[in-house]
């Protein structure tokens, strides 16, 4: 950028940025989340198609299903030539879990801080951890399902019309879409009612209770597992941070706890947000029926019965125990090397401010 040569005032130094004010070790549990995020997603992308797919099938009234088990989904991908199409919708869903996990734990890391700066204190009981995390799970939904589509109203149009989905639910129906006819990210995000905007958004708040129980039941047995270590090592000091094989192991229990309390919610999540599987074959005249918490509820009780609540539920732990539990795993090996860089990126800063106030003052 160019420098405004224009004689000094005291504003000035206004317009320098106070690295003092920025909350830098959030921002490092944020972004090391983010990237474990990515990679974890990407791996397994295939796995999570399957899942989703599997998930939203309900039974019709004959009593069909075209899915009785995970891997009937696979089969269909491969009998079909459509193995690329189990990679649809991967951009997208990576920039949701990147801004979703970033926004959860900068809130989880940044709550947390101003908990223990409150109270003085270094622990944190299971309730609050809780209470936390439930509130950092809450910020994360309003805003992945809310400003982020409006962001995204300002950046990308199609012939003049505004965006109609939040980039949540396009993500889930973009993967749910039937092989090899899933829609472009624009097309998604403009088709639909705005009564659709916040599709899932209800549904997601009451979910917040699922990452809160995972991370403060990770977060507890860590600071136990860290603690016994601590014992063993005597005088010496308490190791930083969990072994690659420890981080994975707590991640996958807390996340297995977490899954089997929410399932029931997690599968309506996924049938509201999930495309229409005659979309295809309805005529465009013919309005299609709003899915609301209570009418996806009826339907599967109607449909599957009891144990409909938890079809699929294999599929999910699976998925998501591997899938948390890299993340967990990746975001404890490279906070370290996330922190370094961060204080690096200051530091720069700080030395490259000084020059251009120095420059000012001439």
């Known amino acids: 950028f160019a420098l405004d040569q224009r ?24 972004t090391s989340g983010a990237i474990g995020a990515i990679l974890s997603t990407t791996i397994l992308y295939p796995l999570d198609t399957c899942k989703a797919k599997f998930q939203a099938e309900v039974r019709n009234h004959h009593g069909h299903q075209k899915y009785r088990k995970l891997s009937d989904v696979l089969w269909e991908a491969v009998s079909t030539g459509q193995i690329v199409s189990l ?19 900068y809130g989880y890391s940044y709550f947390k801080r101003l908990y223990q700066t409150k109270y003085n204190t270094k622990s944190i009981g299971t309730k609050a951890n809780l ?10 939904a309003i805003i992945t399902q809310n400003f982020v589509r409006m962001l995204m109203v300002e950046t990308i149009r199609l ?10 639910t396009a993500s889930s129906r973009m993967q749910t879409s039937a092989f090899g006819r899933s ?14 905007v916040f599709d899932g958004l209800g549904i997601s708040l009451l979910l917040t209770s699922n990452p809160a129980i995972q991370y403060t039941v990770f977060d507890q047995l860590k600071q136990k597992l860290l603690d016994r270590k601590l014992k063993k090592a005597g005088n010496g000091s308490s190791p930083e941070s969990l072994s690659a094989f420890s981080a994975f192991l707590l991640g996958a229990v807390s996340k297995s706890i977490a899954t089997v309390l929410t399932y029931p919610a997690i599968r309506c999540k996924v049938m509201i947000q999930a495309a229409d599987s ?21 339907a599967i009780w109607k449909q599957e ?14 998925k998501t125990v591997l ?10 090996k490279i906070a370290a090397t996330t922190w370094v860089l961060i204080l690096a990126v200051r530091s720069y800063v700080v030395v490259t401010q000084g020059r251009l106030k120095g420059s000012v003052k001439r």
């Open 131 to 140: 209470i936390l995390a439930a509130s950092a799970g809450a910020c994360t």
């Open 278 to 298: 005659s979309d295809e074959e309805t005529k465009e005249n013919k309005k299609k029926p709003s899915k609301t918490i209570s009418s996806v509820l009826t």
């Open 305 to 318: 019965g009891i144990f409909g609540f938890f079809k699929g539920l294999q599929a999910q732990i699976l």
């Open 7 to 30: 004689p000094a005032t005291n504003n000035n130094n206004n317009n320098i940025i106070n690295m003092s004010s920025i909350d830098l070790e959030s921002i490092s549990e944020a």
């Open 87 to 105: 990679y649809q919708g991967l951009g997208t869903k990576n920039l949701q879990s990147f801004i979703a996990q970033f926004v959860y734990f």
């Open 183 to 196: 829609k472009g990210l624009r097309a998604m995000l403009t088709q639909g009612s705005w009564s659709e």
């Open 323 to 332: 899938s948390s539990a890299l993340l967990l795993m990746i975001k404890e």
């Open 159 to 168: 012939g003049g019309e505004s965006n109609k989905q939040p980039l949540d």
